[in-house]
Protein backbone atom coordinates (compact mmCIF):
# COMPACT_ATOMS: atom_id res chain seq x y z
CA UNK A 1 0.00 0.00 0.00
CA UNK A 2 2.71 2.20 0.93
CA UNK A 3 4.36 1.55 -1.46
CA UNK A 4 1.44 1.89 -4.26
CA UNK A 5 1.42 5.69 -2.79
CA UNK A 6 4.70 6.32 -2.96
CA UNK A 7 4.87 5.48 -6.79
CA UNK A 8 1.73 7.67 -7.25
CA UNK A 9 3.34 10.34 -5.87
CA UNK A 10 6.27 10.37 -7.95
CA UNK A 11 3.98 10.22 -11.06
CA UNK A 12 2.36 13.25 -9.69
CA UNK A 13 5.82 14.41 -8.81
CA UNK A 14 6.74 14.37 -12.36
CA UNK A 15 3.58 15.17 -13.80
CA UNK A 16 3.55 18.07 -13.41
CA UNK A 17 7.05 19.55 -14.73
CA UNK A 18 6.59 17.10 -17.71
CA UNK A 19 2.86 19.53 -18.71
CA UNK A 20 5.21 22.55 -17.58
CA UNK A 21 7.67 21.42 -20.03
CA UNK A 22 5.33 20.99 -23.07
CA UNK A 23 3.93 23.93 -22.93
CA UNK A 24 6.94 25.90 -22.83
CA UNK A 25 7.94 24.00 -25.90
CA UNK A 26 4.71 24.48 -27.74
CA UNK A 27 5.00 28.13 -26.88
CA UNK A 28 8.60 28.66 -27.82
CA UNK A 29 7.14 26.63 -31.33
CA UNK A 30 4.74 28.78 -31.71
CA UNK A 31 6.63 32.26 -31.41
CA UNK A 32 9.24 31.01 -33.20
CA UNK A 33 6.90 30.60 -36.08
CA UNK A 34 4.81 33.67 -35.69
CA UNK A 35 8.57 35.79 -35.59
CA UNK A 36 9.77 33.56 -39.00
CA UNK A 37 6.54 34.16 -40.86
CA UNK A 38 6.65 37.93 -39.82
CA UNK A 39 7.39 39.53 -43.36
CA UNK A 40 10.50 41.93 -43.73
CA UNK A 41 9.50 45.69 -44.06
CA UNK A 42 10.03 47.77 -46.89
CA UNK A 43 9.98 44.75 -49.40
CA UNK A 44 6.69 44.13 -50.99
CA UNK A 45 7.36 41.20 -53.38
CA UNK A 46 6.04 38.64 -51.04
CA UNK A 47 7.71 35.17 -50.95
CA UNK A 48 6.21 31.70 -50.91
CA UNK A 49 8.14 28.72 -50.45
CA UNK A 50 7.56 25.20 -50.12
CA UNK A 51 11.07 23.76 -49.25
CA UNK A 52 11.15 22.11 -45.97
CA UNK A 53 14.51 23.63 -45.20
CA UNK A 54 14.83 25.62 -41.69
CA UNK A 55 16.67 27.99 -44.55
CA UNK A 56 15.27 29.64 -47.36
CA UNK A 57 17.02 31.41 -50.63
CA UNK A 58 16.81 35.03 -51.46
CA UNK A 59 14.82 36.10 -53.75
CA UNK A 60 16.34 36.16 -57.10
CA UNK A 61 15.12 39.71 -57.75
CA UNK A 62 13.17 42.53 -56.48
CA UNK A 63 11.27 44.97 -57.69
CA UNK A 64 12.40 48.75 -56.81
CA UNK A 65 12.04 52.02 -58.37
CA UNK A 66 15.65 52.61 -60.67
CA UNK A 67 15.79 56.53 -59.89
CA UNK A 68 15.20 56.10 -56.26
CA UNK A 69 17.89 53.53 -56.24
CA UNK A 70 20.02 55.19 -58.02
CA UNK A 71 20.09 58.64 -56.30
CA UNK A 72 20.04 56.40 -52.67
CA UNK A 73 23.50 55.24 -53.72
CA UNK A 74 24.78 58.73 -54.31
CA UNK A 75 23.43 59.44 -50.73
CA UNK A 76 24.90 56.34 -49.27
CA UNK A 77 28.30 57.10 -50.70
CA UNK A 78 28.55 60.95 -50.48
CA UNK A 79 29.89 62.62 -46.92
CA UNK A 80 27.87 65.43 -47.65
CA UNK A 81 25.06 63.42 -45.30
CA UNK A 82 27.75 64.18 -42.58
CA UNK A 83 28.16 67.96 -40.42
CA UNK A 84 31.33 68.01 -41.90
CA UNK A 85 31.80 66.11 -45.06
CA UNK A 86 34.35 64.00 -44.05
CA UNK A 87 32.17 61.07 -43.63
CA UNK A 88 29.41 58.74 -45.88
CA UNK A 89 27.99 55.84 -45.13
CA UNK A 90 30.08 53.47 -47.42
CA UNK A 91 32.94 54.64 -44.97
CA UNK A 92 31.57 52.05 -42.15
CA UNK A 93 29.55 49.82 -45.08
CA UNK A 94 31.91 49.65 -47.89
CA UNK A 95 30.10 47.60 -50.39
CA UNK A 96 33.13 46.35 -51.97
CA UNK A 97 34.22 44.87 -48.44
CA UNK A 98 31.08 42.42 -48.22
CA UNK A 99 29.06 46.00 -46.48
CA UNK A 100 31.27 46.61 -43.75
CA UNK A 101 34.91 48.56 -42.59
CA UNK A 102 36.50 45.25 -41.92
CA UNK A 103 37.89 46.37 -38.04
CA UNK A 104 36.56 45.66 -34.74
CA UNK A 105 35.04 48.90 -33.99
CA UNK A 106 34.14 51.72 -36.54
CA UNK A 107 35.41 55.37 -36.86
CA UNK A 108 33.40 58.21 -37.19
CA UNK A 109 33.81 61.75 -37.73
CA UNK A 110 37.09 63.37 -36.06
CA UNK A 111 38.02 59.77 -35.85
CA UNK A 112 36.01 58.83 -32.78
CA UNK A 113 35.61 55.31 -32.13
CA UNK A 114 31.99 53.68 -32.20
CA UNK A 115 30.92 51.03 -29.51
CA UNK A 116 30.26 48.59 -31.44
CA UNK A 117 31.26 46.55 -34.91
CA UNK A 118 29.38 47.74 -37.87
CA UNK A 119 27.36 45.17 -39.39
CA UNK A 120 26.70 44.32 -43.16
CA UNK A 121 24.62 46.35 -45.11
CA UNK A 122 23.53 43.37 -47.62
CA UNK A 123 20.24 42.34 -47.35
CA UNK A 124 19.70 44.02 -44.35
CA UNK A 125 16.04 44.88 -45.25
CA UNK A 126 15.17 41.21 -44.57
CA UNK A 127 16.10 42.00 -40.71
CA UNK A 128 13.00 41.79 -38.58
CA UNK A 129 14.52 44.73 -37.07
CA UNK A 130 17.29 47.36 -37.54
CA UNK A 131 20.64 47.52 -35.10
CA UNK A 132 22.13 44.95 -33.29
CA UNK A 133 19.41 45.90 -30.29
CA UNK A 134 16.82 46.03 -32.88
CA UNK A 135 16.22 49.57 -31.67
CA UNK A 136 15.48 50.51 -35.20
CA UNK A 137 11.86 48.64 -36.72
CA UNK A 138 13.08 49.68 -40.71
CA UNK A 139 15.71 50.80 -42.64
CA UNK A 140 13.39 53.47 -42.84
CA UNK A 141 13.52 54.75 -38.98
CA UNK A 142 17.45 53.20 -39.34
CA UNK A 143 18.37 56.08 -40.77
CA UNK A 144 18.28 58.90 -38.03
CA UNK A 145 20.94 56.96 -36.28
CA UNK A 146 23.99 57.23 -37.89
CA UNK A 147 22.69 60.65 -38.92
CA UNK A 148 22.20 62.30 -35.45
CA UNK A 149 25.21 59.99 -33.51
CA UNK A 150 27.40 62.72 -32.45
CA UNK A 151 30.25 59.65 -32.88
CA UNK A 152 29.02 58.96 -36.57
CA UNK A 153 27.90 61.30 -38.85
CA UNK A 154 27.29 64.41 -36.52
CA UNK A 155 24.28 66.67 -37.51
CA UNK A 156 21.65 68.70 -35.15
CA UNK A 157 18.77 68.31 -37.13
CA UNK A 158 17.46 67.44 -40.73
CA UNK A 159 17.16 70.72 -41.89
CA UNK A 160 20.86 71.05 -41.48
CA UNK A 161 21.51 67.88 -43.71
CA UNK A 162 18.25 69.48 -46.00
CA UNK A 163 20.34 72.69 -46.10
CA UNK A 164 23.78 71.32 -47.28
CA UNK A 165 21.98 69.44 -50.22
CA UNK A 166 20.15 71.98 -51.13
CA UNK A 167 23.68 73.83 -51.93
CA UNK A 168 24.13 71.01 -54.49
CA UNK A 169 22.54 72.00 -57.90
CA UNK A 170 23.21 68.31 -58.65
CA UNK A 171 21.00 66.91 -55.80
CA UNK A 172 18.27 69.63 -56.30
CA UNK A 173 17.63 68.40 -59.76
CA UNK A 174 18.08 64.96 -59.31
CA UNK A 175 15.68 64.88 -56.01
CA UNK A 176 13.45 67.25 -58.29
CA UNK A 177 13.41 64.34 -61.37
CA UNK A 178 12.67 61.66 -58.20
CA UNK A 179 10.13 63.21 -55.75
CA UNK A 180 7.55 66.22 -56.78
CA UNK A 181 8.29 67.75 -53.31
CA UNK A 182 12.08 67.89 -53.68
CA UNK A 183 14.46 67.46 -50.78
CA UNK A 184 12.78 66.62 -47.40
CA UNK A 185 13.64 64.62 -44.83
CA UNK A 186 11.33 61.79 -46.19
CA UNK A 187 12.27 61.29 -49.80
CA UNK A 188 15.98 60.88 -48.18
CA UNK A 189 15.27 58.26 -46.37
CA UNK A 190 12.74 56.87 -49.00
CA UNK A 191 15.68 56.79 -51.68
CA UNK A 192 18.25 55.62 -49.39
CA UNK A 193 16.17 52.72 -47.77
CA UNK A 194 15.18 51.64 -51.14
CA UNK A 195 18.72 51.83 -52.07
CA UNK A 196 19.65 49.32 -49.22
CA UNK A 197 17.24 47.14 -50.16
CA UNK A 198 18.75 46.47 -53.75
CA UNK A 199 22.19 45.72 -51.48
CA UNK A 200 20.77 41.75 -52.00
CA UNK A 201 23.04 39.42 -52.77
CA UNK A 202 20.65 36.35 -54.59
CA UNK A 203 22.42 32.96 -55.74
CA UNK A 204 24.98 31.85 -53.33
CA UNK A 205 25.49 28.26 -53.78
CA UNK A 206 23.77 27.42 -50.93
CA UNK A 207 20.71 28.89 -52.70
CA UNK A 208 21.30 26.83 -55.83
CA UNK A 209 21.30 23.89 -53.61
CA UNK A 210 17.50 24.96 -51.34
CA UNK A 211 16.53 25.56 -55.09
CA UNK A 212 17.18 21.91 -56.04
CA UNK A 213 20.59 21.86 -57.92
CA UNK A 214 22.25 18.76 -55.33
CA UNK A 215 25.45 19.43 -57.46
CA UNK A 216 25.69 23.30 -56.02
CA UNK A 217 27.62 21.64 -52.89
CA UNK A 218 30.60 19.57 -52.22
CA UNK A 219 29.95 16.56 -50.34
CA UNK A 220 31.89 18.28 -47.48
CA UNK A 221 29.75 21.45 -47.52
CA UNK A 222 26.69 19.20 -47.50
CA UNK A 223 28.47 17.51 -44.27
CA UNK A 224 28.90 21.08 -43.17
CA UNK A 225 25.32 22.18 -43.62
CA UNK A 226 23.76 18.79 -41.53
CA UNK A 227 26.41 19.83 -38.72
CA UNK A 228 25.27 23.41 -38.41
CA UNK A 229 21.34 22.09 -38.19
CA UNK A 230 22.03 19.01 -36.25
CA UNK A 231 24.38 20.76 -33.54
CA UNK A 232 21.86 23.69 -33.18
CA UNK A 233 23.44 26.40 -34.98
CA UNK A 234 19.99 26.65 -37.03
CA UNK A 235 17.87 27.13 -34.26
CA UNK A 236 18.77 30.60 -33.86
CA UNK A 237 20.21 30.73 -37.22
CA UNK A 238 17.55 30.28 -39.48
CA UNK A 239 15.32 32.22 -42.44
CA UNK A 240 15.87 33.84 -45.24
CA UNK A 241 18.84 35.08 -43.42
CA UNK A 242 19.92 32.64 -41.30
CA UNK A 243 20.08 35.20 -38.80
CA UNK A 244 17.73 38.36 -38.65
CA UNK A 245 14.24 36.97 -37.02
CA UNK A 246 14.85 36.94 -33.74
CA UNK A 247 16.83 37.91 -30.44
CA UNK A 248 18.87 35.92 -28.48
CA UNK A 249 21.46 36.15 -25.03
CA UNK A 250 25.11 36.08 -26.06
CA UNK A 251 26.37 33.17 -24.00
CA UNK A 252 22.72 31.63 -23.05
CA UNK A 253 24.90 27.86 -22.05
CA UNK A 254 27.78 30.09 -20.83
CA UNK A 255 28.22 33.37 -19.53
CA UNK A 256 30.28 35.29 -22.46
CA UNK A 257 31.02 38.20 -20.68
CA UNK A 258 32.40 36.78 -17.49
CA UNK A 259 35.05 35.09 -19.18
CA UNK A 260 35.62 38.07 -21.86
CA UNK A 261 35.69 41.11 -19.39
CA UNK A 262 35.74 44.73 -19.32
CA UNK A 263 31.44 44.62 -19.24
CA UNK A 264 30.44 47.76 -21.20
CA UNK A 265 26.76 49.28 -21.71
CA UNK A 266 27.04 48.30 -25.27
CA UNK A 267 27.29 44.46 -24.32
CA UNK A 268 23.60 44.62 -22.41
CA UNK A 269 22.43 44.58 -26.07
CA UNK A 270 18.34 44.50 -26.07
CA UNK A 271 18.30 45.74 -22.32
CA UNK A 272 19.43 49.31 -22.92
CA UNK A 273 15.71 49.62 -25.37
CA UNK A 274 13.43 47.65 -22.89
CA UNK A 275 15.28 47.88 -19.41
CA UNK A 276 13.82 44.31 -19.34
CA UNK A 277 16.39 41.59 -17.35
CA UNK A 278 15.35 38.54 -19.36
CA UNK A 279 16.96 40.99 -22.59
CA UNK A 280 20.65 41.51 -20.74
CA UNK A 281 23.16 40.68 -23.39
CA UNK A 282 20.48 39.46 -26.14
CA UNK A 283 20.69 40.86 -29.73
CA UNK A 284 19.64 40.16 -32.88
CA UNK A 285 20.97 37.07 -34.36
CA UNK A 286 23.00 38.27 -37.18
CA UNK A 287 22.64 37.06 -40.89
CA UNK A 288 25.40 34.81 -41.90
CA UNK A 289 24.60 35.54 -45.09
CA UNK A 290 28.56 36.37 -47.06
CA UNK A 291 29.45 35.59 -43.51
CA UNK A 292 33.42 35.21 -44.78
CA UNK A 293 33.43 38.36 -45.86
CA UNK A 294 32.81 40.50 -42.81
CA UNK A 295 35.40 39.66 -40.27
CA UNK A 296 36.08 40.48 -37.63
CA UNK A 297 32.66 39.31 -35.99
CA UNK A 298 30.30 39.99 -33.44
CA UNK A 299 28.90 43.07 -31.81
CA UNK A 300 32.31 43.63 -30.10
CA UNK A 301 34.40 42.75 -33.16
CA UNK A 302 36.27 40.34 -31.13
CA UNK A 303 36.35 37.54 -33.17
CA UNK A 304 39.26 37.77 -35.81
CA UNK A 305 38.71 34.68 -37.87
CA UNK A 306 35.21 32.99 -39.03
CA UNK A 307 36.95 29.79 -37.62
CA UNK A 308 37.27 31.71 -34.07
CA UNK A 309 33.62 32.84 -33.95
CA UNK A 310 32.41 28.96 -35.22
CA UNK A 311 33.68 28.04 -32.05
CA UNK A 312 32.92 30.49 -29.39
CA UNK A 313 29.47 30.17 -30.62
CA UNK A 314 29.58 26.48 -30.34
CA UNK A 315 31.16 26.87 -26.77
CA UNK A 316 28.66 29.96 -25.48
CA UNK A 317 25.28 29.30 -27.46
CA UNK A 318 25.83 25.56 -27.23
CA UNK A 319 27.87 24.26 -24.61
CA UNK A 320 30.20 21.89 -26.77
CA UNK A 321 33.83 21.99 -27.46
CA UNK A 322 33.79 21.69 -31.51
CA UNK A 323 36.55 19.36 -32.85
CA UNK A 324 38.64 21.09 -35.65
CA UNK A 325 37.28 18.52 -38.03
CA UNK A 326 33.58 19.63 -37.51
CA UNK A 327 34.60 23.35 -37.36
CA UNK A 328 36.04 23.28 -40.99
CA UNK A 329 33.37 21.46 -42.16
CA UNK A 330 30.53 23.96 -40.52
CA UNK A 331 33.50 27.00 -41.99
CA UNK A 332 33.23 25.54 -45.48
CA UNK A 333 29.22 25.23 -45.49
CA UNK A 334 29.53 29.07 -44.60
CA UNK A 335 31.20 29.81 -47.36
CA UNK A 336 28.64 28.70 -49.73
CA UNK A 337 26.36 31.59 -48.59
CA UNK A 338 28.27 33.97 -50.80
CA UNK A 339 25.86 35.83 -53.41
CA UNK A 340 25.90 37.72 -56.20
CA UNK A 341 25.53 41.38 -56.25
CA UNK A 342 24.56 43.01 -59.35
CA UNK A 343 25.28 40.26 -61.25
CA UNK A 344 28.69 39.47 -59.81
CA UNK A 345 29.99 37.06 -56.98
CA UNK A 346 30.45 39.38 -53.87
C1 LIG B 1 30.96 55.73 -38.47
C2 LIG B 1 30.51 54.46 -38.99
C3 LIG B 1 29.13 54.36 -39.56
C4 LIG B 1 28.51 55.22 -40.44
C5 LIG B 1 29.02 56.52 -40.99
C6 LIG B 1 27.24 54.62 -40.75
N1 LIG B 1 27.10 53.42 -40.10
FE1 LIG B 1 25.57 52.13 -40.28
N2 LIG B 1 26.24 51.14 -38.71
C7 LIG B 1 27.43 51.35 -38.06
C8 LIG B 1 27.45 50.59 -36.82
C9 LIG B 1 28.58 50.55 -35.83
C10 LIG B 1 26.21 49.93 -36.75
C11 LIG B 1 25.71 49.06 -35.60
C12 LIG B 1 25.16 50.02 -34.54
C13 LIG B 1 24.32 49.35 -33.51
O1 LIG B 1 23.77 48.28 -33.77
O2 LIG B 1 24.17 49.91 -32.42
C14 LIG B 1 25.49 50.27 -37.96
C15 LIG B 1 24.25 49.75 -38.30
C16 LIG B 1 23.62 49.98 -39.51
C17 LIG B 1 22.46 49.27 -40.00
C18 LIG B 1 21.75 48.12 -39.31
C19 LIG B 1 22.14 46.79 -39.88
C20 LIG B 1 21.66 45.64 -39.06
O3 LIG B 1 21.88 44.49 -39.47
O4 LIG B 1 21.07 45.84 -38.00
C21 LIG B 1 22.14 49.81 -41.22
C22 LIG B 1 21.00 49.41 -42.13
C23 LIG B 1 23.08 50.89 -41.46
N3 LIG B 1 23.98 50.93 -40.42
C24 LIG B 1 23.04 51.74 -42.54
C25 LIG B 1 23.74 52.95 -42.55
C26 LIG B 1 23.41 54.08 -43.41
C27 LIG B 1 22.29 54.13 -44.41
C28 LIG B 1 24.32 55.05 -43.12
C29 LIG B 1 24.41 56.45 -43.69
C30 LIG B 1 23.24 57.29 -43.52
C31 LIG B 1 25.21 54.51 -42.11
N4 LIG B 1 24.82 53.24 -41.78
C32 LIG B 1 26.30 55.18 -41.60
C33 LIG B 1 28.44 52.18 -38.50
C34 LIG B 1 28.21 53.24 -39.34
C1 LIG C 1 21.13 30.44 -29.03
C2 LIG C 1 21.25 31.14 -30.29
C3 LIG C 1 22.46 30.88 -31.16
C4 LIG C 1 23.02 29.67 -31.53
C5 LIG C 1 22.58 28.29 -31.12
C6 LIG C 1 24.11 29.99 -32.40
N1 LIG C 1 24.21 31.34 -32.57
FE1 LIG C 1 25.58 32.28 -33.73
N2 LIG C 1 24.94 34.06 -32.99
C7 LIG C 1 23.90 34.25 -32.09
C8 LIG C 1 23.90 35.62 -31.63
C9 LIG C 1 22.92 36.24 -30.64
C10 LIG C 1 24.98 36.25 -32.25
C11 LIG C 1 25.44 37.69 -32.05
C12 LIG C 1 26.39 37.74 -30.86
C13 LIG C 1 26.93 39.12 -30.64
O1 LIG C 1 27.79 39.53 -31.39
O2 LIG C 1 26.48 39.79 -29.73
C14 LIG C 1 25.61 35.25 -33.11
C15 LIG C 1 26.71 35.49 -33.94
C16 LIG C 1 27.28 34.55 -34.79
C17 LIG C 1 28.34 34.82 -35.73
C18 LIG C 1 28.99 36.18 -35.97
C19 LIG C 1 28.19 36.99 -36.97
C20 LIG C 1 28.70 38.38 -37.17
O3 LIG C 1 28.36 38.98 -38.21
O4 LIG C 1 29.41 38.92 -36.33
C21 LIG C 1 28.63 33.65 -36.37
C22 LIG C 1 29.66 33.44 -37.45
C23 LIG C 1 27.76 32.65 -35.83
N3 LIG C 1 26.93 33.23 -34.87
C24 LIG C 1 27.75 31.31 -36.21
C25 LIG C 1 27.12 30.32 -35.46
C26 LIG C 1 27.36 28.90 -35.62
C27 LIG C 1 28.28 28.29 -36.65
C28 LIG C 1 26.61 28.27 -34.69
C29 LIG C 1 26.58 26.79 -34.35
C30 LIG C 1 27.87 26.22 -33.99
C31 LIG C 1 25.85 29.28 -33.97
N4 LIG C 1 26.21 30.52 -34.47
C32 LIG C 1 24.94 29.02 -32.97
C33 LIG C 1 23.01 33.27 -31.69
C34 LIG C 1 23.23 31.92 -31.81
Not at 31 to 42: A, C, D, F, G
Not at 95 to 121: A, E, R
Amino acid sequence: MNDLIFNLNLKRRYIIPIIIFLVVVLLFWSLNHLITEESPPIIKTQVKYTSTEPINPLPKTLDLDENKVSLGDKLFHDPILSINNTISCASCHALNNGGTDGIPKSVGINGQILKVNSPTVFNTSFNFRQFWDGRADNLRDQIDGPIFAGDEMGNNNWLEVIDRLNQSSEYSSLFQETYPDGITEDNIKDSLSIFETSLYTPNAPFDLYLRGNENALSEEEKQGYSLFKSYGCVTCHQGILLGGNMFQTFGIIKDYFQDRGNVTKADLGRFNVTGNERDRYSFKVPTLRNIILTSPYFHDGSAKTLDEAIKIMAKYQLGIELSQKDTDLILKFLRTLTGDYQGEAL
